[in-house]
């Protein structure tokens, strides 16, 4: 009997879990519950006022695509900041914008993934932190966008065995296509971020022309009103800004604006920096070669000797698990053309009337590395930093006038700062400017260099009394040769005439020897010059016989027992700080 219930009990069980199934499967299991949102453009398409943005989408496509799959976060701009934006473009409607131009300020403000406000404000380069770290490599501020440049084109023309990218198609030898890596970064600014790298407001409304109001986060220059509005596959957030989409470096310079062009800057990064490297899983993974079409070879386009890659919207190291370009940025200043011009042609070039180098496609590296080099920062440059005050302080070697800033731009790769003056290095421009802008004081230049005197010598407040030897008299008496190690490295060495054989040379001596040749007026008596050197000796310039000499008579060579005579020859260039002449030999003392 107990048996028999047992059967019955267990009968009804299943009866009942298969009455239960049978409602179950009668059911859509796949209608959505009413609680649950849409995805993005259904969810942003309710929101009344960012209609206007919703109408972007509708006519780019992405409303389609923001609707079936992916993750995203939307950054809307309100109703007021399209007519805004239109109305500063001189357009009536939205679909008055060119598709080209509509596409990309759309795209720009869709970032890759759902990001809460919180979110934002959390990440770091390889994952999530807490909020006590104190470590500003931590804190993120950079997000990837969805707009993403298309392949890029360069005419090259070739020169000495080297690539140069020129503007002129009709100059060029061919062209290269150049594969780009990554979509747009845009930055997202935030309490935490401005408080541990200790950056101030004022950092921020140089660049984007607005005042930064703590406890808010900017999408760029836009503010975020509304936040964390969910959909399906993201979040919508709603701006008061429409966002231009931020150009790089390079786009920045190929530029032309009424009465602004960084071309000729451009011209010269073109033509000494470029390195290219075939790229051939990206050739390979073209969609006409599936098809079994000719594609032309895609390149990797480099700039290794700068601080930063002009074009490259990645910014330092991206592997799998770490992408440096989250927290990193780089700087970048330029003088227009006008005004660099005026550098090349009056102090530069032969066009100057000093035989100075023949024209400015004619440098050395290390000349290169002074005009072009110093330009490009591996750091953003904020007002509020020690990185902007050595650029704007007279302090500094190299140093520009700040009221001559005509152009602050938050650039997708950099910081970029555009200059209606240019003030050269000073070595271009103080006594030791005949040496770094003749050819033939070559090696006296490097010698500078490697020692690290010239910097010493071009800041001296002066007036500085100053005696350099040309090429030819190094090269006569072998009293100091440079041995090229590499490309980019060399050491120095002299024949030594008392031991009759060659010897290095290192830093230091070099340093004592050319700064004995820099002096400072002591006095005059019998027609007599006494200088006190920067190297802590005396010169004396006889004008009676115009033979100048140190506390010793010179010598032919180094440690040379022959006497010889030192007669000053002027070097005319204007100098800020004092008077170059050129002599043939060393002083001793």
Same mark, same amino acid.
């Given at each position: 009997?107990?048996?028999?219930?047992?059967?019955?009990?267990?009968?009804?069980?299943?009866?009942?879990?298969?009455?239960?199934?049978?409602?179950?499967?009668?059911?859509?299991?796949?209608?959505?519950?009413?609680?649950?949102?849409?995805?993005?453009?259904?969810?942003?398409?309710?929101?009344?006022?960012?209609?206007?943005?919703?109408?972007?989408?509708?006519?780019?496509?992405?409303? !389609?695509?923001?609707?079936?799959?992916?993750?995203?976060?939307?950054?809307?701009?309100?109703?007021?900041?399209?007519?805004?934006?239109?109305?500063?473009?001189?357009?009536?409607?939205?679909?008055?914008?060119?598709?080209?131009?509509?596409?990309?300020?759309?795209?720009?403000?869709?970032?890759?993934?759902?990001?809460?406000?919180?979110?934002?404000?959390?990440?770091?380069?390889?994952?999530?932190?807490?909020?006590?770290?104190?470590?500003?490599?931590?804190?993120?501020?950079?997000?990837?966008?969805?707009?993403?440049?298309?392949?890029?084109?360069?005419?090259?023309?070739?020169?000495?065995?080297?690539?140069?990218?020129?503007?002129?198609? !009709?100059?060029?030898?061919?062209?290269?296509?150049?594969?780009?890596?990554?979509?747009?970064?845009?930055?997202?600014?935030?309490?935490?971020?401005?408080?541990?790298?200790?950056?101030?407001?004022?950092?921020?409304?140089?660049?984007?022309?607005?005042?930064?109001?703590?406890?808010?986060?900017?999408?760029?220059?836009?503010?975020?009103?509304?936040?964390?509005?969910?959909?399906?596959?993201?979040?919508?957030?709603?701006?008061?800004?429409?966002?231009?989409?931020?150009?790089?470096?390079?786009?920045?310079?190929?530029?032309?604006?009424?009465?602004?062009?960084?071309?000729?800057?451009?011209?010269?990064?073109?033509?000494?920096?470029?390195?290219?490297?075939?790229?051939?899983?990206?050739?390979?993974?073209?969609?006409?070669?599936?098809?079994?079409?000719?594609?032309?070879?895609?390149?990797?386009?480099?700039?290794?000797?700068?601080?930063?890659?002009?074009?490259?919207?990645?910014?330092?190291?991206?592997?799998?698990?770490?992408?440096?370009?989250?927290?990193?940025?780089?700087?970048?200043?330029?003088?227009?053309?006008?005004?660099?011009?005026?550098?090349?042609?009056?102090?530069?070039?032969?066009?100057?009337?000093?035989?100075?180098?023949?024209?400015?496609?004619?440098?050395?590296?290390?000349?290169?590395?002074?005009?072009?080099?110093?330009?490009?920062?591996?750091?953003?440059?904020?007002?509020?930093?020690?990185?902007?005050?050595?650029?704007?302080?007279?302090?500094?070697?190299?140093?520009?006038?700040?009221?001559?800033?005509?152009?602050?731009?938050?650039?997708?790769?950099?910081?970029?700062?555009?200059?209606?003056?240019?003030?050269?290095?000073? @070595?271009?421009?103080?006594? !030791?400017?005949?040496?770094?802008?003749?050819?033939?004081?070559?090696?006296?230049?490097?010698?500078?260099?490697?020692?690290?005197?010239?910097?010493?010598?071009?800041?001296?407040?002066?007036?500085?009394?100053?005696?350099?030897?040309?090429?030819?008299?190094?090269?006569?008496?072998?009293?100091?040769?440079?041995?090229?190690?590499?490309?980019?490295?060399?050491?120095?060495?002299?024949?030594?005439?008392?031991?009759?054989?060659?010897?290095?040379?290192?830093?230091?001596?070099?340093?004592?020897?050319?700064?004995?040749?820099?002096?400072?007026?002591?006095?005059?008596?019998?027609?007599?010059?006494?200088?006190?050197?920067?190297?802590?000796?005396?010169?004396?310039?006889?004008?009676? !016989?115009?033979?100048?000499?140190?506390?010793?008579?010179?010598?032919?060579?180094?440690?040379?027992?022959?006497? @010889?005579?030192?007669?000053?020859?002027?070097?005319?260039?204007?100098?800020?700080?004092?008077?170059?002449?050129?002599?043939?030999?060393?002083?001793?003392?």
């Amino acid at each position: 009997m107990r048996k028999h219930k047992y059967y019955l009990l267990l009968l009804s069980i299943l009866l009942g879990l298969c009455m239960g199934c049978k409602d179950f499967t009668e059911q859509d299991i796949y209608q959505r519950p009413p609680w649950l949102p849409g995805k993005l453009f259904t969810t942003l398409s309710v929101q009344d006022d960012v209609s206007m943005f919703a109408e972007c989408l509708q006519l780019t496509g992405l409303d !389609t695509i923001l609707d079936v799959s992916g993750s995203w976060s939307v950054f809307a701009p309100t109703n007021e900041a399209m007519r805004n934006y239109l109305a500063e473009n001189h357009y009536s409607s939205i679909s008055e914008l060119p598709a080209s131009e509509l596409k990309r300020i759309t795209h720009f403000h869709i970032i890759q993934d759902a990001w809460t406000l919180e979110q934002l404000q959390q990440l770091g380069y390889n994952g999530w932190r807490t909020k006590d770290v104190a470590d500003a490599n931590l804190y993120a501020y950079k997000r990837e966008t969805i707009l993403k440049n298309p392949v890029e084109k360069y005419w090259i023309h070739k020169e000495r065995g080297n690539e140069k990218i020129i503007f002129d198609s !009709t100059a060029a030898d061919g062209y290269k296509r150049v594969y780009v890596h990554s979509r747009k970064y845009v930055p997202v600014f935030y309490d935490d971020y401005f408080d541990v790298n200790g950056l101030k407001p004022e950092d921020y409304r140089f660049y984007f022309n607005r005042d930064y109001e703590p406890g808010n986060v900017y999408y760029a220059g836009a503010k975020i009103l509304r936040s964390n509005i969910i959909a399906e596959n993201g979040f919508v957030h709603v701006v008061d800004r429409v966002v231009n989409p931020m150009l790089n470096a390079n786009e920045i310079l190929e530029r032309e604006l009424p009465g602004e062009s960084y071309k000729l800057f451009l011209e010269m990064v073109y033509w000494y920096y470029p390195d290219f490297e075939p790229n051939m899983t990206a050739t390979f993974n073209q969609p006409d070669v599936k098809r079994g079409g000719l594609v032309d070879t895609l390149w990797e386009l480099n700039y290794a000797d700068l601080a930063f890659t002009l074009h490259d919207e990645l910014v330092g190291y991206k592997s799998n698990n770490i992408n440096e370009t989250l927290i990193r940025h780089s700087g970048l200043f330029a003088p227009v053309d006008d005004a660099f011009r005026g550098f090349i042609d009056g102090i530069l070039t032969a066009k100057s009337g000093f035989p100075h180098w023949p024209d400015h496609k004619n440098l050395p590296k290390d000349i290169q590395e002074i005009i072009i080099g110093q330009h490009f920062k591996s750091f953003p440059i904020y007002p509020s930093t020690n990185h902007y005050r050595n650029i704007f302080s007279e302090n500094s070697r190299f140093y520009q006038y700040e009221e001559d800033i005509l152009r602050k731009e938050f650039s997708s790769n950099c910081t970029f700062i555009g200059l209606k003056g240019y003030k050269p290095d000073r @070595v271009f421009t103080s006594v !030791t400017g005949p040496v770094f802008l003749r050819p033939k004081y070559s090696i006296f230049r490097l010698a500078m260099i490697y020692s690290g005197v010239h910097e010493d010598i071009a800041k001296h407040k002066g007036p500085l009394y100053f005696f350099p030897i040309p090429d030819g008299a190094l090269e006569a008496d072998s009293s100091l040769m440079v041995n090229w190690l590499s490309n980019d490295s060399y050491s120095f060495s002299a024949y030594d005439r008392l031991m009759r054989m060659k010897v290095s040379m290192n830093r230091n001596t070099i340093r004592r020897m050319i700064l004995n040749h820099v002096g400072t007026f002591q006095s005059r008596s019998n027609n007599r010059e006494t200088f006190r050197t920067l190297g802590g000796n005396t010169i004396t310039w006889d004008h009676n !016989t115009n033979t100048i000499r140190g506390t010793r008579p010179s010598t032919f060579g180094h440690n040379g027992e022959d006497v @010889v005579t030192c007669t000053p020859l002027p070097l005319d260039e204007p100098a800020d700080n004092g008077k170059a002449w050129s002599v043939n030999y060393w002083f001793s003392f």
